[in-house]
T-cell receptor, first 116, second 114 residues
Framework: SQTIHQWPATLVQPVGSPLSLECTVE??????LYWYRQAAGRGLQLLFY??????ISSEVPQNLSASRPQDRQFILSSKKLLLSDSGFYLC???????????????FGPGTRLTVL | RKEVEQDPGPFNVPEGATVAFNCTYS??????FFWYRQDCRKEPKLLMS???SGNEDGRFTAQLNRASQYISLLIRDSKLSDSATYLC???????????????FGAGTRLAVHP
């Protein structure tokens, strides 16, 4: 079965510090990978998605970046955090079910980031 | 108009009640629909996919109304453990190439009380 890991689970960082969040998936090959952010009491905002190694698409302009150095590894980074970067960061994976025609996403446990 | 909209609630219902949530979507080309459950400070977890013919899983029933562009989730015989936020998700096919992404609603909060 597939599992998805994220770390760290929680993080408190000062404004202007760098950030690196990691996500890894087990039990599947060539998944689509996603980074979302959920601000307190808000919906999920898609930040980045990746359909393969080195292939990253950004959904919204921001001071964050993403990389996919390996098939099942997805990293979210920032050189200098802003207060507005606080939130719940969720990684997700999916594999297209061509028979059903669906691409269901499954989420990792998330990283709760507080920027002070 | 938002691509996917939900009533934020909260829906406060007693145990044993039947409760229904709707989720409207704006892209008539959408083909995939899902309901997720999110507990406080946890990740969303897939509750069920929504098929054209509707589908049922125990006390949960999901329906799709393409003509009016909404999906619904019905919960029968509510339990205290059903208290959570329910997110709907709808795929957004690209107009010309690009990625077929999933758009999430902001969620509907359900609180089941004794």
């Amino acid at each position: 079965s597939q599992t998805i890991h994220q770390w760290p689970a929680t993080l408190v960082q000062p404004v202007g510090s760098p950030l690196s969040l990691e996500c890894t998936v087990e039990g599947t090959s060539n998944p689509n990978l996603y980074w979302y952010r959920q601000a307190a009491g808000r919906g999920l905002q898609l930040l980045f998605y990746s359909v393969g190694i080195g292939q990253i698409s950004s959904e919204v302009p921001q001071n964050l970046s993403a990389s996919r150095p390996q098939d099942r590894q997805f990293i979210l980074s920032s050189k200098k955090l802003l207060l507005s970067d606080s939130g719940f960061y969720l990684c997700a994976w999916s594999v297209m079910d061509s028979g059903a025609g669906t691409d269901t996403q499954y989420f990792g446990p998330g990283t709760r980031l507080t920027v002070l | 108009r938002k691509e996917v909209e939900q009533d934020p609630g909260p829906f406060n219902v007693p145990e044993g009640a039947t409760v229904a949530f709707n989720c409207t979507y704006s892209n008539s080309a959408s083909q995939s629909f899902f309901w997720y459950r999110q507990d406080c400070r946890k990740e969303p977890k897939l509750l069920m996919s929504v098929y054209s013919s509707g589908n049922e899983d125990g006390r949960f029933t999901a329906q799709l109304n393409r003509a009016s562009q909404y999906i619904s989730l019905l919960i029968r015989d509510s339990k205290l453990s059903d208290s959570a936020t329910y997110l709907c998700a709808v795929n957004s096919p690209p107009r010309s190439g690009g990625y077929n992404k999933l758009i999430f609603g902001a969620g509907t909060r359900l609180a089941v009380h004794p």
